[in-house]
């Protein structure tokens, strides 16, 4: 399609949207008026369909950890090509903590770079968020090579089953110590996430599988389970946890 037409169709599409969101957001001025309105408006939304749309116009906001995990996943490339890595540990109000973890060795990046790198990062997406500390755990307070993280299970890393129960693209729930992980192995990758659909909170693990697409058993999300990315709604994601395989079996860190 040449420029000129294109650029039309994006400025004719942009107005269709901001049109849709006018109304929209008059619709649920309206409903919330009035109690019945707020119930029925409550039931609407949790119809896919309708929170996709709502999430899309930015008229309900998606889960404010979903929205950080989604940004770390975005800048971990970048950690990882310096030898590093970032895991989320925990948000308390407008705070973000982190932890860093990879092989120091070699990287010209100091553990302040990096964590102002990815607070700029999680602050230029999120404006909600107002600081990012690395978290103060002991061993894991800082950059330390991977192969020194002395016991797993002392660092907070779960056992998982054995790798040979990991079917290709067959997602498993892992349940220990009141955490609910869904792992998936996909070719050589092996991902693990909180075994939560973030639409309403459900599980996921039941869901049937389409290559590397699992679709939510109860509303029909669909999730691309080699990003986490949700393909129904944009913005919202699977919240990751850092897994890896030693011994032949899986280990995986819920936060
Ligand atoms: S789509 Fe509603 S809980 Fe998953």
Not at 167 to 196: C, S, T, W
């Amino acid at each position: 399609m040449p420029d000129e037409a294109r650029n039309r169709a994006l400025e004719l599409k942009k107005a269709i949207e901001a049109f849709h969101r006018h109304a929209l957001r008059r619709l649920v001025r309206t409903l919330r008026a009035a109690d019945p309105g707020k119930e029925l408006l409550l039931r609407a939304v949790e119809d896919p369909a309708v929170y996709a749309m709502f999430l899309m116009h930015g008229i309900i906001k998606q889960d404010l950890l979903a929205r950080v995990a989604a940004v770390l996943e975005e800048v971990r490339p970048y950690m990882r090509s310096h030898g590093g890595d970032v895991e989320l540990v925990k948000l308390e109000g407008e705070v973000v903590y982190v932890r860093l973890l990879g092989a120091c060795a070699g990287c010209s990046l100091s553990v302040q770079t990096l964590r102002d790198g990815v607070e700029e990062a999680i602050k230029a997406r999120i404006p909600e968020i107002r600081r990012v500390e690395v978290a103060e755990d002991g061993a894991v307070a800082g950059f330390i090579p991977l192969n020194e993280v002395g016991g797993l299970p002392q660092s907070g890393w779960l056992e998982g089953p054995p790798i040979t129960e990991l079917a290709d693209g067959r997602p498993v729930r892992f349940q220990e110590g009141g955490h609910d992980v869904l792992l998936v192995r996909l070719g050589p990758k092996i991902m693990a996430y909180r075994n939560r659909c973030p639409h309403m909170g459900m599980p996921l693990d039941q869901g049937p599988v389409d290559g590397s697409v699992l679709m939510c058993p109860w509303h029909g999300f669909r999730y691309d389970l080699s990003t986490g990315e949700c393909l129904t709604a944009p913005h919202v994601h699977l919240e990751p946890f850092p897994v890896r395989v030693e011994g032949r079996r899986v280990w995986v860190r819920p936060n």
